[in-house]
């Protein structure tokens, strides 16, 4: 049974080995700020006391909320636990009235931009070269608050 819980640092190792094998290719230590910076906003998903999954999500300057990593172990894909845990992070922002939450996604990633899509993100444009091999990611947002009207572009944390 897939538990979700909030991260905690005894957990930075399993979560760095995932994020290897999901290719994010971000500098690890981020993740240990994040988890400082947004403690409420970090989760690991366990299966039998094994951390499987993470997802980090983030505060903009602007109000709203920010998909910054997720990555499922190699061996749990296919599982819907992707879903469940960035399910869990959604549900954190709708409890914090966030009015939109956004994320960037490889162009060439079609398995997870269907995930998203099932989530209710919208494409809303692409962003060149964002990765560091050149690749191009596309900007995907979902609207949590009905009556927020978009005004500015997010600012990053």
Not at 110 to 127: C, H, M, R, T, V
Not at 131 to 138: N, P
Request: aromatic letters at 12%; glycine letters at 8%; a positive charge.
């Amino acid at each position: 049974m897939i538990r979700i819980r909030c991260f905690q640092s005894d957990d930075f190792k399993r979560v760095v080995e995932i994020a290897e094998e999901g290719k994010l290719n971000q500098d690890p230590m981020i993740y240990l700020e994040l988890s400082k910076l947004f403690p409420d906003g970090f989760f690991v998903a366990e299966d039998r006391g094994v951390i499987v999954a993470f997802v980090i999500s983030i505060m903009m300057l602007d109000g709203g909320g920010r998909i910054f990593a997720v990555a499922v172990s190699k061996s749990h894909r296919r599982r819907k636990i992707g879903i469940s845990i960035l399910n869990h992070a959604l549900e954190e922002f709708r409890r914090k009235r966030v009015p939109y939450v956004q994320l960037e996604v490889r162009v060439d990633n079609f398995a997870a931009q269907k995930i998203y899509e099932k989530l209710g993100f919208e494409k809303e444009g692409i962003i060149p070269a964002y990765y560091s091999d050149g690749t191009d990611a596309i900007l995907m947002k979902k609207y949590l608050q009905q009556s927020f009207q978009p005004h500015t572009s997010g600012m990053y944390v």
